[in-house]
């Protein structure tokens, strides 16, 4: 089974500045997809961005990119010039890889870290 | 594009009812999954849906049960509520396997 975890429950930035939101993960799968979502006070969970296992290179969506070490189990978010909207409970989760009999899009997810950002 | 539509948005019910709640996905997506969310637990999965099969189940007692129509429209029910029920219940649904998961708005649970 798989295990995600987040041990930071919150963190706080001031607006403009650079954050990173940490996550590690145990899993005995070689192939898998890891994600960041983010839920907003309304509670509507929104995809922030999606890393595949198999790729060296760090996904990036705009001001959001990851750092993604295989070897270590990790997978931290840094949030770049960071803005009042960022504010949000943020998830990391895990997607093992499957195809056939195997195949799957349960999302297993992290405790979540509670991010402010501050004016 | 429409996203993901979950009914009702909220709900209370009372304790030993039941209740069904229904999730529309996007157009062209066809698997539906089904998380439940406490301050307590978290996200918890309950069930995937694929082409009207369940292709996996997370660790939920047999009084939650789910379906899923040729339209690929999702419904989640819980039989003999419990306090414990309390929570929001989200949809999401995605293209297939390793794929991005688009979530709906939720589902509020409140059983008294």
């Known amino acids: 089974a798989q295990t995600v975890t987040q041990s930071q429950p919150e963190m706080s930035v001031q607006e403009a500045e650079t954050v990173t939101l940490s996550c590690t993960y145990d899993t005995s799968e070689n192939n898998y997809y890891l994600f960041w979502y983010k839920q907003p006070p309304s509670r509507q969970m929104i995809l922030v961005i999606r890393q595949e296992a198999y790729k060296q290179q760090n996904a990036t969506e705009n001001r959001f990119s990851v750092n993604f070490q295989k070897a270590a189990k990790s997978f931290s978010l840094k949030i770049s010039d960071s803005q009042l909207g960022d504010t949000a409970m943020y998830f990391c989760a895990f997607m093992k890889h499957g195809v056939g009999a195997g195949a799957n899009s349960k999302l297993t997810f992290g405790k979540g870290i509670t991010l402010s950002v501050r004016p | 594009k429409a996203g993901v539509t979950q009914t009702p948005r909220y709900l209370i019910k009372t304790r030993g009812q039941q209740v069904t709640l229904s999730c529309s996905p996007i157009?062209?997506?066809?698997?539906v999954s089904w998380y439940q969310q406490t301050p307590g637990q978290g996200l918890q999965f309950l069930f995937e849906y694929f082409s009207e099969t369940q292709r996996n189940k997370g660790n939920f007692p047999g009084r939650f049960s789910g379906r899923q129509f040729s339209n690929s429209r999702s419904e989640m029910n819980v039989s003999t509520l419990e306090l414990g029920d309390s929570a929001l219940y989200l949809c999401?649904?995605?293209?297939?396997?390793?794929?991005?998961?688009?979530f709906g708005s939720g589902t509020q649970l409140s059983v008294l």
């Open positions: 999401a649904s995605s293209i297939g396997t390793g794929e991005k998961l688009f």
């Open positions: 157009s062209g997506h066809r698997s």
